[in-house]
């Protein structure tokens, strides 16, 4: 495998990637590398700096884009996967993913909640006061996040279906590290002719997911907020 081109954090804990960690390398088609060490992306000006950099570290020479020969890969800490085992890698690699980077602020509080949910578990086997228990826990939280999202892709995998905007929609909710995610949507009948068609419709998503859709009959002003 060539030197690939990986993101900042790992991709089966999303835990910040550091110089030098030792990483595997997954590229798109499941090839897996050996251990090597992480070296960030480092991003140039011009064809000066290219020249001072050692040629084994990936140069991307600019922000939009990059010029380089190496492959896309993702790169994952060796002991997240060793956790996910029998499940299919590319599988957790897929529910493990961001759609964009979370705020740190949003970032801590994800952090906070599977700390507690984690110290909740373990207080079927870990008879200890819940200070010590969040304490451990705080430890555990990547291998905590990889064994979670490697049993969720032992579930069946999500069905594409058609839903028409004619008809009335009915959605469905399910709950993800403490939030609510859109589920599914489907069409269901009604017993009236109150189903407005919605001229516009409206998602709402954050890093992980889609958290509600909007059906408007305008359309309307719309920002991004925390959450």
């Known amino acids: 495998m060539p030197p690939p081109m990986l993101t900042e954090r790992c991709g089966l804990c999303n835990f910040k990637l550091y110089r030098e960690d030792i990483i595997i390398a997954v590229k798109e088609d499941g090839e897996k590398s050996g251990p090597l060490p992480f070296h960030p992306w480092t991003r140039v000006a011009n064809d000066d700096e290219v020249a001072q950099l050692d040629n084994e570290h990936p140069v991307c020479p600019g922000l939009d884009r990059c010029a380089h020969p190496f492959e896309e890969g993702v790169g994952c ?96 909710y399910t709950t993800f590290e403490g939030q609510r995610y859109l589920q599914s949507i489907s069409n269901a009948p009604v017993a009236d002719d109150s189903w407005i068609t919605p001229k516009v419709i409206y998602v709402a998503e954050d890093h992980a997911g889609i958290r509600q859709l909007i059906l408007a009959n305008d359309f309307i002003t719309v920002s991004d907020v925390p959450g």
């Not at 200890?128 to 032992?154: C, D, H, M, T």
Request: hydrophobic share 45%; charged share 20%.
């Open 77 to 172: 800490h060796p002991s997240c996967v060793r956790i996910v085992d029998d499940a299919p890698l590319d599988r957790v690699l897929q529910l493990s993913a961001w759609s964009f980077q979370p705020s740190p602020r949003l970032e801590r509080a994800q952090h906070r909640w599977l700390r507690e949910e984690l110290a909740s578990r373990l207080g079927t086997s870990l008879p200890l006061p819940a200070e010590l228990r969040r304490a451990v826990a705080g430890y555990l939280i990547q291998e905590f996040v990889v064994a979670k999202n490697a049993s969720l892709s032992l579930c069946d995998r999500a069905a594409v279906s058609n839903v028409s905007v004619a008809s009335a929609i009915t959605e469905t």
